[in-house]
């Protein structure tokens, strides 16, 4: 949680408006994904078990800084670059380039679709606190003049931010049980219904 400390908190309304660079796709971004997230993104691209994410190689289980296995998105790299898989770049008339995510806007994590918000999560609480957190050291999208409401920002995003407090309460009995990463796996391991037959 140290790091976490530095980032302002965020009250009523914060400014932001997100040009599509890519930047946030790219360089030493770590994406943490939750349950709710690999089921959306295996169900997009037709997965009936999350298990494919990560033996594709899209998504990686990784111990955290609070020793918490957790998945996170697998940047690619070419030469000296790193970039999320889901990153497709286009190439404006203008000589522009937009950086678009191939699973925006319904299957994207949610941590991409809060961002530039970060969470401050209370284990004995349960309650979070909602921080200004950069999506890239250099996002041109901090200097906007626009005004977003902290209050329908999250009201836009409920439902998935409940799944994701269920999913912090069940990490944190893991580590309170000092689980090993088999334990956390069955979190993450599981079918989609994707392809399941209905009833006849």
């Known amino acids: 949680m140290g790091k976490l400390e530095a980032f302002p908190q965020v009250i009523g309304e914060y400014r932001f408006e997100c040009t599509r660079c890519g930047n ?14 690999l089921k959306r993104m295996a ?7 999350t298990e494919e994410l990560f033996r594709r190689k899209l ?3 990784e111990q955290g800084e609070n ?8 940047f690619k790299h070419y030469k000296k670059l790193r970039f999320c898989p889901f990153l497709e770049n286009s190439l404006g008339e203008d000589g522009a380039v937009t950086g678009l995510c191939r699973l925006h806007p319904l299957h ?4 991409c679709s809060l961002a530039p918000l970060g969470r401050r999560w209370d284990a004995e609480t349960e309650k979070s606190e909602w921080i200004f957190v950069k999506p890239a050291p250099d996002c041109p999208g901090v200097n906007s003049k626009k005004v977003q409401l902290l209050r329908e920002t ?8 409940e799944e994701e407090n269920l999913f912090f309460a069940k990490l944190q009995h893991l580590l309170g049980n000092k689980s090993k990463q088999p334990a956390f796996r069955e979190l993450y391991f599981f079918k ?3 392809r399941e037959e209905s009833p006849g």
């Open 24 to 37: 946030c796709c790219t360089g030493d971004q770590r994406v943490w994904l939750n349950p709710g997230d």
């Open 43 to 49: 169900v997009h691209l037709g997965y009936d078990h």
């Open 59 to 61: 998504v990686v289980l």
């Open 67 to 74: 020793g918490a296995w957790r998945p996170r998105i697998l």
């Open 108 to 111: 994207k994590p949610l941590i």
């Open 154 to 161: 999250l009201e836009r995003h409920d439902r998935e931010i």
């Open 192 to 194: 989609t219904g994707l």
